[in-house]
């Protein structure tokens, strides 16, 4: 096992389902956070990308609940946990285009499917958990110094 | 090139002007939100139908250079409130969204 980084900054915030007048204002948070911490611009531009997109997912989709921040010597991760229905088919569901989003949610320009392959593409790590029925949980982690093409 | 630049040459009015020194590279055009966090650049102008609040969130993650209303869509008050404190530049256009973007790309690449 590798030694853990120490941890520079964690934070929590809680996420309520269903309010998307609120939604949004973790990822704004956590962009506020990384850039006071002095995270490059590319870096701060992916965790704010992959929090918005797991932050909707939690408003649309969940009964609720935390995302944490987690700033190590090496790298920032994001985790999002929630209360909810799960993910049946985590491959079906991470394909682009593939979304379960209700039309009222598309209208708003949500749900376009392409949510999880979003938070995919700008991490340099992505792993989805979830049991059907209880909850979901991700970690996407990006690595600082290195490169990301 | 400068925001207020494009704003003057193009047509389009100031309805949150948080930054009207902004470089202006491009532009994108999209109503769903993340098609524009997977493919605007930061610096674009941002073309679409979209009013909530969310939007707000989205054009301060994506840093674009501001986003254009298309057909004389106007926010509500909260919208351009919140763009206001997140210094969003905000701008309608009375035209249609293939207009503005026509106007737009001509004048980036004359």
Known sequence: ?149 | MELRKVIAEIGITTLVGADLAREVRGGYCSDLLSDVLAHAQAGDLWITHQRHLNVIAVAKLRDVAGVVFPRGLRPSADVAARAQAEGVNLLIAEGTAFEVAGKLYRFLHP
């Open chain 1, 1 to 149: 096992m590798p030694s853990p980084t120490r941890v520079i900054h964690k934070r929590i915030y809680e996420v309520a389902p269903r309010d998307l007048e609120r939604a949004g204002t973790v990822s704004t948070a956590v962009r506020r956070e990384l850039l006071a911490l002095g995270m490059t611009p590319d870096i701060v531009r992916r965790a704010s990308i992959i929090c918005f997109e797991g932050e909707m997912n939690m408003v649309l989709y969940s009964e609720g609940g935390r995302i944490i921040l987690l700033v190590r010597d090496d790298r920032v991760e994001l985790l999002f946990s929630d209360r909810g229905p799960g993910i049946a088919d985590i491959d079906l569901a991470s394909q682009p285009g593939y979304s379960t989003a209700p039309d009222w949610a598309r209208e708003l320009g949500f749900g376009a499917g392409f949510g999880i392959n979003n938070m995919e593409q700008n991490s340099d790590l992505f792993k989805i958990r979830s049991r059907v029925g209880e909850g979901t949980v991700v970690r996407a982690t990006i690595l600082l110094g290195i490169p990301f093409f």
